[in-house]
């Protein structure tokens, strides 16, 4: 089976900028959910797509936004960007919208400055 | 708000030592754990998770974990620790009726040959 992949892997933006972030989910998956992981802390919860419609969301600003695709790949924006967007971005994909546990991607490097 | 925490945060210790990693979180309800490791260079993968019934779950690798509801907390366990068990370590909690999985902030396990 073929696992959450993300791209890119690594990305410098400036501040203000918006950023676009990508993720294929595991095979048979029909769930996306997104995480900002900053250095130091475990997974924050950004939100979570199921068949193409947002379903759950984190405490993150409407600047953060998303999309998933009728494949269920995912697309994670971020507009306005801030110094404080700086962190690790990681994609996670399940099966439906109960208790299965969360595949992840390798995730992305993003730094602001 | 619901909260998950892990109290050690950088643990080192040497080969067939025995592992305790302790996980505490604040809800009240019924609720989902896990526990997630992330190897160097690897993406977070499930190590083993409670749905319910016994709390005393096992994963892979020889780990364990004890659901404790009195006192709300998840410990993971290995009787002896390998060189190849380095990694961090993620306790994550899934409430009922919600698609958030809230993490810890993580532990750093280093093992010396």
């Known amino acids: 089976e073929t696992g959450v992949t993300q791209s890119p892997t690594h990305l410098i933006k400036t501040r203000g900028q918006q950023v676009t972030l990508r993720c294929s989910s595991q095979?048979?998956?029909?769930?996306v959910s997104w995480y900002q992981q900053a250095l130091g802390q475990g997974p924050q919860f950004i939100f979570q797509?199921?068949?193409?419609?947002?379903?759950g969301r984190g405490n993150f600003p409407p600047r953060f936004s998303g999309l998933q695709f009728p494949n269920y790949s995912s697309e994670l924006n971020v507009n306005a960007l801030e110094l404080d967007d700086s962190a690790l971005y990681l994609c996670?994909?399940?099966?439906?919208?109960?208790?299965?546990?969360?595949?992840f991607g390798n995730g992305t490097r993003l730094t602001v400055t | 708000a619901q909260s998950v925490s892990q109290h050690n945060h950088h643990v080192i210790l040497s080969e067939a030592a025995s592992l305790e990693l302790g996980c505490n979180y604040s809800?009240?309800?019924?609720?989902?754990l896990f526990w997630y490791v992330q190897y160097p260079g690897q993406h977070l993968q499930l190590l083993l998770k409670?749905?319910?019934?016994?709390?005393l779950v096992k994963g892979i690798k020889g780990f364990e974990a004890e659901f404790i509801k009195s006192k709300f907390s998840f410990n993971l366990r290995k009787p002896s620790v390998q060189w190849s068990d380095t990694a961090e370590y993620f306790c994550?909690?899934?409430?009922?009726?919600?698609?958030?999985?809230?993490f810890g902030t993580g532990t750093r396990l280093k093992v010396l040959a």
């Open positions: 797509y199921y068949r193409e419609e947002e379903n």
């Open positions: 409670y749905f319910s019934g016994d709390p």
């Open positions: 809800y009240g309800g019924t609720v989902n």
């Open positions: 994550a909690v899934l409430t009922s009726g919600t698609y958030k999985y809230i």
């Open positions: 996670a994909s399940n099966l439906g919208q109960g208790n299965s546990p969360l595949h």
């Open positions: 095979s048979g998956h029909n769930t």
